[in-house]
């Protein structure tokens, strides 16, 4: 089982969404509005001023089988992409449990 971590543009999230709706078996997404940032280009002149200078994304989360990681990876790389700087990152890191707590299903059948 994978965990998918998706940080997008916010204005690519309807695409995204739309492609990823159309995977069959998707197991259902989280949607987190988030600020951050990346390498910053030009040092700023002060602490202070790299305090406040964060920017608004999007973060995607994705927990699914082994089997559907690169097709989902794909989908978002695709419809996230505009070819500018700080499209986004995408994340995939391995989940050792998922629990369905109303049910007491684990592992795959709990995605």
Request: with cysteine.
């Amino acid at each position: 089982m994978k965990h998918i971590i998706a940080y997008i543009k916010p204005h690519k999230l309807s695409p995204v969404t739309l492609a990823l709706q159309k995977i069959e078996n998707l197991p259902g997404m989280t949607v987190l509005e988030v600020k951050g940032f990346g390498r910053c280009a030009e040092k700023k002149a002060s602490l202070e001023d790299q305090l406040y200078d964060f920017v608004p994304h999007i973060k995607i989360e994705i927990f699914c089988p082994d089997n559907m990681v690169d097709e989902l990876v794909s989908t978002i790389e695709r419809e996230a992409h505009t070819g500018l700087k700080g499209d986004g990152k995408i994340y995939v890191c391995d989940a050792e449990q998922a629990v369905r707590i109303s049910t007491g299903e684990r592992g795959d059948a709990a995605v």
